[in-house]
């Protein structure tokens, strides 16, 4: 019986960094710099280069990070915010928390990403910002959504909590719009044995707004310039997510090669690899095929111990959450349709070698090919 192959193995990766990590650890444990302080701004700069920007601001999730970015693009009641209707919660959530509207549009069925022809449409009188993500680590085709910000006067902010050092037209994720927000969340491409977030700006002012956006809005020790939120790093992720920023470039090398043999093997079993849209590097965030029968497809590989994911089930428009949006099936087809045929297969930088080999064969029988 060939060993199991789970969707996702974390211990490995923080096996392997063992020693390095419990030194960046004991480095703040002896410093007593908890929150923020000088690890945590080491890493604000070696990410800011990692994407090619000149500010990055460390906060406690991505979640933060796309509240924090919206809110200093100003960001608020009565606004609109166009966003796609397949991603993570938090995507469209930060829009309501700032008493703001997420307008969805549908997306491109070859990305997954906003299609920009629909996002042009959904602008309305009322938007403030464009919110496309990159989704499964693919950039957003942000030519033409950039467009259409500078013509309507909008901001333009990625969420790109799923594309560390992806690339789109030769630029970083986090380099593409005004503002880029990350997550290290642990199983992001690069994760924090714990929560983390980045903003990512070239504007020295929206990057000072967002440091007083993350710490009270202090101005002076408890002066308070205006209302804010305690959104900051801690001193230990940033220790630890600078020693793993070291390992990404091999770390999305070898994701990339998994998914390069996955992209071989599957046209072999009918079916097609995640489309690499022209110009743009994909990270592999997740790796995902369109498969037939897909409830059944997952129990038969799960009976040979091969785990597989669900991202995402149900769009958002259709979440119990947004019931107040008011939208209904149909209302997003693409979304919808992915909603219900995308497979996720296992990918990560440990992944053994053989086992797209094995993840293809045992598809290939559960589809009867
Ligand atoms: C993970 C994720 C977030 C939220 O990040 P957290 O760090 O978990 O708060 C937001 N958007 C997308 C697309 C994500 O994948």
Known sequence: MPTTI????????????RPALEAALRRVLDSGAFILGPEVQAFESEFAALCGVEHAVAVNSGTSALLLALAAAKVGPGDEVVTTPFSFIATASVICHLGARPVFADIDPLSYCLDPEAAAA?????????????LF???????????IAARHGLALIEDA??????EYQGRRAGALGDSGCFSFYPTKNLGALGEGGMVTTADGALAEQLRSLRDWGQQRKYIHAQLAWNARMEGMQGAVLRVKLRQLPAWTAARRAHAARYAELLPGIGLAAPCEAPQRLHVYHVFNVRVPRRAQVREALAEQGIGTGIVYPLPLHL???????????????????AAQELLALPIYPELPEDAPERVVKALGQALGR
Do not use: C, I, W, Y
């Not at 789970?6 to 960094?17: E, I, K």
């Not at 959904?122 to 993500?133: D, K, N, Q």
């Open 6 to 17: 789970p969707f996702l193995d974390l211990p490995p990766q923080n096996r392997a960094l």
């Open 122 to 134: 959904a602008v309305s009188e009322r938007t403030r910002a464009l919110l496309p993500v990159h």
């Open 137 to 147: 680590g693919q950039p957003a085709d942000m030519a033409p959504l950039r467009k």
């Open 161 to 166: 909590a799923q594309a560390h050092a992806a």
């Open 319 to 337: 979440q119990p959450a947004f019931a107040e949006l008011g939208h209904a099936p149909g209302a997003f087809p693409e979304a919808e349709r």
